[in-house]
């Protein structure tokens, strides 16, 4: 079984789209999976915003993305991008983190106007960041998810069944991770 490591990249502690990465990560769980995740909102900002790679926080955020197998990336969409919160985490990150991963971008918004964020701002930099297999990510609007009532997340059935192909299809790419040598894990322990 795969080690599985979700990314939240929400500001919000009510978050639509924790949610939704926590909804298709029990689901991956439930397979068997190693399922892990980090809140990016709960690391120190300031060692973010900074670039302090030697915050022990930080540090271990860092060591578990180079370390599992395979990632699933989330976030909301604000003006037409992934959130800040996530492109700060992402640059601290060596530039083949992701090398040997397969990665599920997953993304939620108030507006399909966002639609094809993932594709076009969010994928460049999982690809430059040595991703071996992007697959196909879901964007699912806010008002679809119910991350508040403790009933089902996704609200519409014709959102749970895409949310369900697109965390099939990850299922299948997880199949194919194959262990590479982490090259970065010196990067990782000068910087701890």
């Known amino acids: 079984m795969a080690s599985i490591l979700i ?3 929400s500001p919000s502690a009510r978050s639509r789209t924790s949610a939704l990465a926590l909804h298709v990560g029990d689901e991956l769980a439930a397979d068997g999976h190693d399922v892990q995740v980090i809140h990016l909102r709960e690391l120190p900002a300031g060692a973010l915003l ?7 926080d930080i540090a271990h955020a860092v060591r ?14 604000y003006k037409a991008s992934y959130s800040g ?6 640059d601290l990150l060596p530039q083949s ?15 399909v106007a966002h639609l094809l964020a993932i594709d076009y701002s969010l994928r460049p930099v999982l690809v430059s960041l040595g991703a071996r297999h992007i697959t196909t990510g879901r964007f699912v609007l806010d008002t679809d998810i119910d991350h508040l009532s403790g ?6 059935d ?3 069944q895409c949310v369900a192909r697109t965390a099939e299809a990850f299922r299948a790419a997880l199949g194919d991770v194959v262990q590479v040598p982490r090259q970065t894990a010196a990067y990782v322990a000068a910087s701890a």
């Open 97 to 111: 983190a992701l090398q040997g991963k397969a990665v599920l971008p997953l993304a939620t918004g108030g507006t």
């Open 85 to 90: 919160l996530l492109k700060v985490f992402l």
């Open 64 to 77: 578990a993305v180079i370390g599992a197998d395979s990632l699933i990336v989330a976030t909301p969409i």
């Open 158 to 160: 014709a959102t749970r």
């Open 151 to 156: 009933g089902p997340v996704l609200v519409a």
């Open 7 to 9: 990314l939240t990249g």
């Open 50 to 56: 900074s670039a302090d790679t030697t915050d022990p």
